[in-house]
T-cell receptor, first 117, second 113 residues
Framework: AQSVTQLGSHVSVSEGALVLLRCNYS??????LFWYVQYPNQGLQLLLK??????LVKGINGFEAEFKKSETSFHLTKPSAHMSDAAEYFC???????????????FGQGTILTVHP | DGGITQSPKYLFRKEGQNVTLSCEQN?????MYWYRQDPGQGLRLIYY???????QKGDIAEGYSVSREKKESFPLTVTSAQKNPTAFYLC????????????FGSGTRLTVV
């Protein structure tokens, strides 16, 4: 089954600085990859979704992610951080175990982004 | 507006009690999922249902039970057999299993007192 690893459970940046949140997937090229954002005590919201064929995916709130097959990576970036970007971010991939597992997502451990004034 | 509603937002349980968390969606989605979230552990799948009257165990189903009698509803019962139930519980729905995008509810925080 597929899995994702998020490097860095906490990332801290200054307002206006580049945001880089790392995600690596485990094995074969997945058909989809997702980034979700979670604000405190809320559910997850979809930031962006990769589908086969795309390499640079643009999402909401100025975020984008680049799919790199050679590095098995799908890192999330934003050129200039804003205070409102402070949240927890999750990378996710289809579990891909087949049968009744079709449709399931496996989530990474999450990365908490802190933005300093 | 269509969406997915979880209730209550906060729930307190005494040890030895069963409690039921509600999850309702009016999106006409086929599939529904329950996840448990603990700090630093991401989301772990408890149960999921891809069609009415059918559901499957996820990775951490012990101590939990579910039902799917209606397409719109997927309640989760945390039983007394769940030894560490304090967590944030998230429900999600999915149009169908060919569309992996989830819509999440706002969560229920369960605390054992």
């Amino acid at each position: 089954a597929q899995s994702v690893t998020q490097l860095g459970s906490h990332v801290s940046v200054s307002e206006g600085a580049l945001v880089l949140l790392r995600c690596n997937y485990s094995s074969s090229v997945p058909p989809y990859l997702f980034w979700y954002v979670q604000y405190p005590n809320q559910g997850l919201q979809l930031l962006l979704k990769y589908t086969t064929g795309a390499t640079l995916v643009k999402g909401i709130n100025g975020f984008e992610a680049e799919f790199k097959k050679s590095e098995t990576s799908f890192h999330l970036t934003k050129p200039s951080a804003h205070m409102s970007d402070a949240a927890e971010y999750f990378c996710a991939v289809p579990s891909n175990a087949g049968g009744t597992s079709y449709g399931k997502l496996t989530f990474g451990q999450g990365t908490i982004l802190t933005v300093h004034p | 507006d269509g969406g997915i509603t979880q209730s209550p937002k906060y729930l307190f349980r005494k040890e030895g009690q069963n409690v039921t968390l509600s999850c309702e969606q009016n999106l006409n989605h086929d599939a529904m999922y329950w996840y448990r979230q603990d700090p630093g552990q991401g989301l772990r799948l408890i149960y999921y249902s891809q069609i009415v009257n059918d559901f499957q165990k996820g990775d951490i189903a012990e101590g939990y039970s579910v039902s799917r009698e209606k397409k719109e509803s997927f309640p989760l019962t945390v039983t007394s057999a769940q030894k560490n139930p304090t967590a944030f519980y998230l429900c999600a729905s999915q149009l169908d299993t060919s569309n992996y995008g989830y819509t999440f509810g706002s969560g229920t925080r369960l605390t054992v007192v």
